[in-house]
């Protein structure tokens, strides 16, 4: 099992940043990869971004060369640097990590309870 929590949203104005993290505790379970996801009111729930255990990473078009994900692995935190936000990037943003119980060797994956972002003036 994989707890993960996010941390680090809420109220910006448009040009602004913020800094979202994701701390991931658990036992017995390698991380294969992890990514932000965001989800705005009447909407679906999209990939933002996504850093895998290599150290590749990718991003959805709408915040190419704005938003850098990375991690610290030695603190077990993935890390969304979001920087000129737009109002349309206000949604709540969900981590989620991808990996493989060490004990069963089954493939899974963990949500965290997300953490909203609000851009506006």
């Known amino acids: 099992q994989v707890h993960l929590v996010e941390s680090g949203g809420g109220l910006v104005q448009p040009g602004g940043s913020l800094i979202l993290s994701c701390v991931a505790s658990?036992?017995?379970?390698?991380?294969?990869?992890t990514g932000w996801y965001r989800q705005a009111p009447g909407k679906q729930r999209e990939l933002v971004a996504v850093?895998?255990?290599?150290?590749?990473?990718n991003y959805a078009d709408s915040v190419k060369g704005r938003f850098t994900i990375s991690r610290d692995n030695a603190k077990g935190t993935v890390y969304l640097q979001m920087n000129s936000l737009k109002p349309e990037d206000t949604a709540t943003y969900y981590c989620?990590?991808?990996?493989?119980?060490?004990?069963?060797?089954?493939?899974?994956?963990?949500w965290g309870q997300g953490t909203q972002v609000t851009v506006s003036s």
């Open positions: 989620n990590t991808v990996g493989t119980d060490e004990t069963t060797l089954a493939s899974s994956d963990f």
């Open positions: 850093i895998t255990s290599g150290g590749s990473t």
């Open positions: 658990g036992v017995d379970f390698t991380i294969n990869a």
